[in-house]
C-alpha cells in the first residue's frame, strides 16, 4: 500500500501536468499498485494510468476520471456513484458488485468486463462499448445505452426496466444464458424492448 504523504505528494504533482498541460508535474502512473479500499471521492483523476491496479473497495465517488486508463483493474465493490468515466478505457476490469450509479460514461470502453452484480442505474452509458461484458444480474434500471454497444454481452438476470436509448443500441448477438443459445438479430431488438418494459 503507499504511503499517504507519498500519495498526496503524487496527487499534486499530477494535478500540476494536468494543470500545465504536461508542461511540468508528472502524470500518475500506478500500474498493478495495491489501492484497496483508498477514498478517492470527487478527486481530480483525468488521465490518470491505474492499469491493472487492485481498487477493491475504493471510494470512487463523484471523482473525475476523464480519458483515464483502469484495463485489468480489480475494481470488486469499489463506489463509482456519480464519477466521469467519460472516454475512460474499463477493458477487461473485474468490478463485481461495483457501484456505477449515475456515472457519466460517454465512449467508455468495458470491453470483456466482468459487471456481474454491479450497479448501473441511471448510468450514461452513451456510446459507452460493452462488447462481450458480463453484465450479469446487473441494475441497468433508467441507464441511458443510446448508441452503446452490447455486441455479446452477457444479461442473465440483468435488470433493465426504464432504461433509454435501446432502439439504436449496436448488438449483433447477446447471451441471456438461454437453452437455444445467444439471441441474434431481430431476437436481440425484441428481448431489448421486453426488458426496458418490465
Known sequence: MIDPLDWDARL????????????????LELLDADLAGIDLSCQNLCEVHLGGACLRGAKLAG????????????????????????????????AVQADFARCRAFRASFVEANLSGA??????????SLHEANLEGADLSLANLSSATLTGARLLGARLSGAQGIESVLADWLDIGGADGPLRA?????WLQQATSR
Open 119 to 128: 450497479r448501473l442505474s441511471e448510468a450514461n452509458l452513451f456510446k459507452a
Open 186 to 190: 431481430e431476437a436481440v431488438q425484441h
Open 12 to 27: 499534486r504533482s499530477h494535478r500540476e501536468w494536468l494543470d500545465s498541460v504536461g508542461a511540468a508535474g508528472q502524470r
Open 63 to 94: 471523482a473525475q476520471l476523464y480519458g483515464a486508463v483502469l484495463s485489468g483493474a480489480d475494481l470488486s465493490g469499489a463506489d463509482l456513484s456519480g464519477a466521469d468515466l467519460t472516454k475512460c478505457e474499463l477493458d477487461y476490469v473485474s
